[in-house]
């Protein structure tokens, strides 16, 4: 069972391969999943299904992607924690095709087991390791390397009007982002978020 309180974290470190869910690994927060391809190597370099639908199907996980995000930042920067309100939120699965990134999402699902719960993993081009984050989580990520590009499909598209964030500092979550937020490279808008006490969001916890 998961300690009691936001400011508990889990990361990709405390968590164990289920093998049963192959190629996917449970995270300890409900529905938030990691996928790992199946990587071919040889000599000439590799080859990989970043995604397939049929492996989603197979696990009983129906996400029609419509849209496809990517960006490129630099060292230091700190993007989120977003996430778009009910009707238009958005499940996404993310991954790093440069560099290195400690993603990071929050569970605010009303009445689900992990509420205010902060998981984090390292996504990089070399690991290949993608998160799927399904709707009803804040999102946001903090970049390692000295660049990082960074890719994510989403099942719902961008709607203004339903933008929502929590604060990247909130005291009550206590996020280890990886770097030292002296220097974090932050929006004006991400800098004015409310706190996840403060916020408003309409997810509730289907179990």
Same mark, same amino acid.
């Given at each position: 069972?998961?300690?009691?309180g936001?400011?508990n974290?889990?990361?990709k470190?405390n ?7 192959m190629p ?10 990691i996928y790992?391809p ?17 492996a ?6 129906h996400f029609?992607?419509?849209q496809d995000n ?8 700190l993007?989120?924690l977003?996430y ?8 996404k699965l ?5 560099g290195?990134i400690?993603d990071?999402?929050v569970?605010?699902?009303k009445? &689900?087991?992990t509420y205010?719960?902060?998981? *984090?993993?390292?996504? %990089?081009?070399? #690991? ?6 399904p ?5 946001g ?17 961008y709607?203004?009007?339903s933008?929502?964030g929590?604060i990247?500092n ?8 990886g770097?030292?937020?002296k220097?974090?490279?932050? &929006? ?6 409310? *706190?996840?006490?403060e %916020?408003?969001? #309409? ?5």
């Amino acid at each position: 069972m998961l300690p009691a309180g936001p400011t508990n974290s889990i990361t990709k470190n405390n968590i164990k391969k289920d093998n049963a869910i192959m190629p996917f690994t449970e995270t300890g927060i409900p529905d938030l999943l990691i996928y790992e391809p199946r990587v071919f190597a040889d000599s000439r370099g590799y080859f990989f299904e970043s995604y397939n639908a049929n492996a989603f199907e197979q696990e009983g996980l129906h996400f029609p992607f419509v849209q496809d995000n990517q960006a490129r930042s630099t060292y230091g920067v700190l993007r989120g924690l977003h996430y778009q309100l009910e009707p238009y939120a958005q499940t996404k699965l993310v991954r790093a095709l440069e560099g290195r990134i400690l993603d990071v999402v929050v569970d605010i699902r009303k009445g &689900s087991p992990t509420y205010g719960k902060v998981f *984090t993993i390292e996504l %990089s081009a070399e #690991n290949k390791l993608q998160l799927l984050v399904p709707k009803g989580f804040a999102h946001g990520y903090a970049v390692l390397s000295e660049t990082a590009e960074v890719m994510y499909k989403c099942d719902n598209f961008y709607h203004k009007a339903s933008e929502g964030g929590i604060i990247y500092n909130d005291p009550a979550l206590n996020i280890d982002w990886g770097i030292d937020l002296k220097d974090a490279i932050v &929006s004006d808008k991400d800098q004015v978020l409310p *706190t996840l006490a403060e %916020s408003q969001h #309409n997810f509730v916890y289907n179990s």
